[in-house]
């Protein structure tokens, strides 16, 4: 399959590939608040329908963030540090299900406990990708500098200085600026 990663990148294209793949991305997420909403009104074929559309709007997110070279096309650390965040998911979204609990809100705390074995699961995957497909990694010469996000804890391999000012962390939007050297 040819690459198409990073193909818009630097280009008069990319702003405009940018807010495309932000719009689908906004997209997918609206597409499934209106799905629960179909289906908490007894509506199951219009939320099926919604769900059908999300996921579309995923994909073509996904593919506008592969032709702006917004992830690592050599998305090995990457898959790392998500897992990592996944399992920290598990607690984090537990956390909040505690208050959500207090809060009074009980139907929406048990979903969320179920939301946080979730974020444990894509953890647990992604680990078992790893061990099955990571290529073993080679010494380098020379150590590169490692930025971590001070929210989510992505490490930027590299000068991230070299990032675009608008650049952000792809996994919690934090600006680069926010980003501590390791």
Avoid at 13 to 27: C, D, P, R, T, Y
Avoid at 107 to 121: G, R, V
Wanted: aromatic share 10%.
């Amino acid at each position: 399959m040819e690459s198409l990663h990073g193909l818009t990148k630097g280009t008069e294209l990319e702003s405009m590939v940018k807010s495309a793949m932000l719009a689908e991305a906004n997209g997918t997420m609206m597409y499934y608040a209106l799905s629960r909403l179909a289906k908490e009104q007894g509506l199951d074929e219009v939320a099926k329908t919604f769900i059908e559309s999300a996921n579309q709007e995923a994909v073509h997110a996904g593919f506008y963030a592969t032709l702006n070279g917004k992830y690592p096309q050599d998305f090995w650390k990457l898959a790392e540090t998500v897992m990592k965040a996944e399992y920290a998911g598990y607690d984090q979204v537990k956390a909040i299900a505690e208050k959500v609990r207090a809060a009074g809100f009980n139907t929406a705390a048990d979903e969320m406990e179920i939301f946080a074995k979730q974020e444990q699961h894509h953890g647990e995957v992604l680990e078992e990708i790893l061990k099955k497909y990571k290529p073993a990694e080679t010494k380098t010469d020379a150590p590169k500098k490692i930025y971590v996000c001070p929210v989510c804890g992505f490490e930027y391999e590299g000068d991230i200085n070299s990032e675009p000012e608008d650049w952000t962390c792809p996994l919690c939007g934090q600006p680069k600026n926010v980003f501590k050297e390791k």
